[in-house]
């Protein structure tokens, strides 16, 4: 709220009102106070104000308290804008020696706004590089995490290749023995069955060759 009552005193300064722009200084300032905000920019746009109308005792009186607040909150800017109401109060007054005096014043205030706002925008830089560059270092070891774990995969791939390969011969190889070994009983067993053929035959034809030298002996008796 306060912060509203500011903004329109500004606007009616800024169309001529000087009146409602006065009223609207004092109520931004009032809301400040209410709440223990230490406020210079209200009193001291009173005062410029109160310049303006040539009220220089009311201007000096609410700059001069304007410009105590602005230095127990180290408010640079209001302290620059205080110190120039006070310099064209004091031409005004005629006391051009004095309103020098705070025109330097000013200056250095100004001054002092320039580097801080320029260390304000090294510290900016500087956050900015910081956040930069850490995001990149994690970019970076994000990448490297990928390819070692592109590297594990093609490794295991290969590995997995290989067994595979390995297995599949492997089971060749005792198929082919299997083979071998079944061909192998399998002659072996014909050739027991040749044997015993053979030994069967030898046995026939020696019973034969008996039976035939018996006959013969029984008849060469008989005669």
């Not at 931004?28 to 106070?33: F, I, T």
């Not at 120039?84 to 020696?97: I, P, V």
Request: with cysteine; proline share 0%.
């Amino acid at each position: 709220m306060a912060n509203a009552y500011l903004g329109r005193g500004v606007n009616y300064k800024a169309m001529g009102d000087t009146l409602r722009a006065v009223r609207y200084y004092f109520k931004s300032h009032q809301v400040y106070s209410d709440n223990g905000i230490n406020a210079s920019q209200p009193l001291i746009n009173l005062g410029n104000t109160y310049l303006g109308l040539k009220k220089l005792d009311s201007a000096e009186f609410y700059v001069q308290k304007g410009i105590e607040l602005a230095e127990e909150s180290k408010s640079y800017t209001q302290l620059q804008h205080g110190y120039a109401t006070l310099a064209m109060l004091e031409e005004a007054k005629g006391n051009f020696e004095k309103s020098l005096e705070y025109y330097k014043i000013r200056q250095s205030y100004q001054d002092s706004i320039f580097t801080e706002n320029v260390s304000d925008r090294i510290a900016e830089y500087q956050i900015a590089y910081q956040t930069e560059k850490a995001e990149k270092d994690k970019l970076i070891e994000q990448q490297k995490r990928t390819e070692a774990e592109l590297k594990v995969q093609e490794r295991n791939k290969w590995i997995y290749g290989i067994c595979g390969a390995l297995v599949v011969t492997l089971l060749l190889f005792l198929l082919v023995i299997q083979q071998r070994a079944k061909k192998a009983q399998e002659e072996k067993n014909k050739a027991v069955l040749e044997e015993r053929e053979k030994g069967l035959e030898a046995v026939f034809e020696a019973t034969e060759e008996e039976r035939k030298r018996i006959a013969k002996d029984l008849h060469d008796g008989v005669g």
